[in-house]
């Protein structure tokens, strides 16, 4: 079945280790997205990427850096894990550039960072 | 810049009752609106989208959404609902710029009783 694969599903983690959360996509988009949900505030974004080989800021990056070597994978990586990291991740992808199909989205990766 | 704001965070509502979750957004640009809704411990779902042309949108389950420019408002409306219908509902907006990434609102939380 096409679409998004993200793992892992959830994770505890100590605070100061280094954590990857993985996202692969099947659908050849072009665009991918990285979000963070918390309770009250909705869905924020991370980082996205436009195509292969390009990458940028969202409205909440900071902590957090990402990579597009391919098409298909969008690593989201922590650093050094803080408690207010906590929260479920979303990856997404569009077949748009311009965002206009709507997303495709992962079944998110809940961390909990102690 | 483009936001949602989402009027309601839970809306409750008994089933085969009509139901209207509001949205209004702030966008000095072209307006690219959509509506998402999430279920239960999975991710988010395109449920309709506005882009151009007719005011009036609909999904195929049940659900329309009406984009009024005057008013500044996308309200997500369904004439009966139903005990499945129950979730969050996101309301989101296409950006200018952040590679088109959408902003999302903080979500409404729809519970249908019998």
């Known amino acids: 079945i096409a679409g998004i694969t993200q793992a892992p599903t959830s994770q505890i983690l100590a605070a100061g280790r280094r954590m990857t959360l993985r996202c692969t996509q099947d659908m050849r988009h072009n665009a991918m997205y990285w979000y963070r949900q918390d309770l009250g505030l909705g869905l924020r974004l991370i980082h996205y990427?436009?195509?292969?080989?390009?990458?940028g800021k969202g409205e909440v990056p900071d902590g957090y850096s990402v990579s597009r070597a391919n098409t298909d994978d969008f690593p989201l990586t922590l650093a050094s894990a803080v408690p207010s990291q906590t929260s479920v991740y979303f990856c997404?992808?569009?077949?748009?550039?311009?965002?206009?199909?709507?997303?495709?989205f992962g079944s998110g990766t809940r961390l909990t960072v102690v | 810049a483009q936001s949602v704001t989402q009027l309601d965070s839970q809306v409750p509502v008994f089933e085969e009752a009509p139901v209207e979750l509001r949205c209004n957004y702030s966008?000095?640009?072209?307006?690219?609106l959509f509506w998402y809704v999430q279920y239960p411990n999975q991710g988010l779902q395109l449920l309709l989208k506005y882009l151009s042309g007719s005011t009036l949108v609909e999904s195929i389950n049940g659900f329309e959404a009406e984009f009024n420019k005057s008013q500044t408002s996308f309200h997500l409306r369904k004439p009966s609902v139903h005990i499945s219908d129950t979730a969050e509902y996101f309301c989101?907006?296409?950006?200018?710029?952040?590679?088109?990434?959408?902003?999302f609102g903080k979500g409404t939380s729809l519970l249908v009783t019998p």
């Open positions: 997404a992808s569009s077949d748009s550039p311009t965002g206009n199909y709507g997303y495709t």
């Open positions: 966008s000095s640009v072209s307006v690219y």
């Open positions: 989101a907006v296409r950006r200018s710029n952040s590679g088109y990434a959408l902003n």
């Open positions: 990427s436009n195509t292969a080989g390009t990458t």
